[in-house]
C-alpha cells in the first residue's frame, strides 16, 4: 500500500513563494514518476507538473510553466513542487499523485495513488 502525504500549503500573497512536499510510503517509490494536480472549487482536478522516476525528465502545464518546478529525492522518498510568482488563479487544493509507469504524464488515469491534498490560497 503507497500513501502520499503533502506539507507546505498555505496563504500567500500574490507574487509570493511556497513550496510542497509530498512524502511517500512504500520501497518502489523510485520506480515511478510522480506528479502533482489541483482543483479549485467548482472546477475539474487538472494537472500541474510530474516528474519522471530519475528525476531527469519534467512536464508542467502551460498556465504554470517558468513559475514552478517539480523535483524528487529518491533517497528521502519526497517529492516537490516549488512555487514562485503566484497568482491568485493558482488557488487551489493540491494533490500528490504517483504515476502507474516510469514516465511522466498529464492525464488523470495514468496515477493511481494520490494524497489527501494541501490548500494554497494566493491573496490579491
Known amino acids: 500500500q503507497v500513501q502520499l502525504v503533502e506539507s507546505g500549503g498555505g496563504l500567500v500573497q500574490a507574487g509570493g513563494s511556497l513550496r510542497l512536499s509530498c512524502a511517500a510510503s512504500?520501497?518502489?517509490?523510485?520506480?515511478?514518476?510522480m506528479g502533482w494536480f489541483r482543483q479549485a472549487p467548482g472546477k475539474e482536478r487538472e494537472f500541474v507538473a510530474a516528474?519522471?522516476?530519475?528525476?531527469?525528465?519534467?512536464i508542467y502545464a502551460d498556465s504554470v510553466k517558468g513559475r514552478f518546478t517539480i523535483s524528487r529525492d529518491n533517497a528521502k522518498n519526497t517529492v516537490y513542487l516549488q512555487m514562485s510568482s503566484l497568482k491568485p488563479g493558482d488557488t487551489a487544493v493540491y494533490y500528490c499523485?504517483?504515476?502507474?509507469?516510469?514516465?511522466?504524464?498529464?492525464?488523470?488515469?495514468?496515477?493511481?495513488?494520490w494524497g489527501q491534498g494541501t490548500q494554497v490560497t494566493v491573496s490579491s
Open positions: 512504500g520501497r518502489t517509490f523510485s520506480s515511478y514518476a
Open positions: 516528474i519522471s522516476w530519475s528525476g531527469r525528465s519534467t
Open positions: 499523485t504517483r504515476s502507474s509507469t516510469s514516465a511522466p504524464a498529464t492525464n488523470r488515469v495514468d496515477y493511481d495513488y
